[in-house]
Nanobody, 124 residues
């Protein structure tokens, strides 16, 4: 099982960015996929999760209305569209597969499959 996140970069406040996660070794329908965010010097936070069963999604309040998670089962890809980026969105974004949504990052660390993160830097 491998998850490979990409798409990070340096952008300005208000810009958009789309992160991608290539998943191999598992079918997307059988898992939930999370984007977990870690700002510099802070704890990790699950900011979004999409269910494998019906594609419904959860969002943290900090990104609700600005970020959109999606997936393409045929391409084995998970995405995070990030709009109206803010400096506080700066950090590393991890793509994580779990059996269900609603897990804390610590639970996901124990129970999930993690890929290497991708760094997003938002300048003001």
């Amino acid at each position: 099982v491998q998850l490979q996140a990409s798409g990070g970069g340096v952008v300005q406040s208000g810009d958009s960015l789309k992160l991608s996660c290539l998943v191999s070794g598992m079918t997307l329908n059988g898992y939930a996929f999370n984007w977990i965010f870690q700002a510099p010097g802070k704890e990790r936070e699950t900011i979004s999760c999409i269910r494998g069963t019906d594609g419904s999604a959860n969002y943290a309040d900090s990104v609700k209305g600005r970020f959109t998670i999606s997936k393409d089962n045929a391409e084995n890809m998970v995405y995070l569209q990030m709009d109206d980026l803010k400096p506080e969105d700066t950090g590393v974004y991890f793509c994580v597969a779990t059996l269900r949504c609603g897990l804390s990052p610590k639970q996901a660390y124990v129970e999930g499959y993690w890929g290497k993160g991708t760094l997003v830097t938002v300048s003001s």
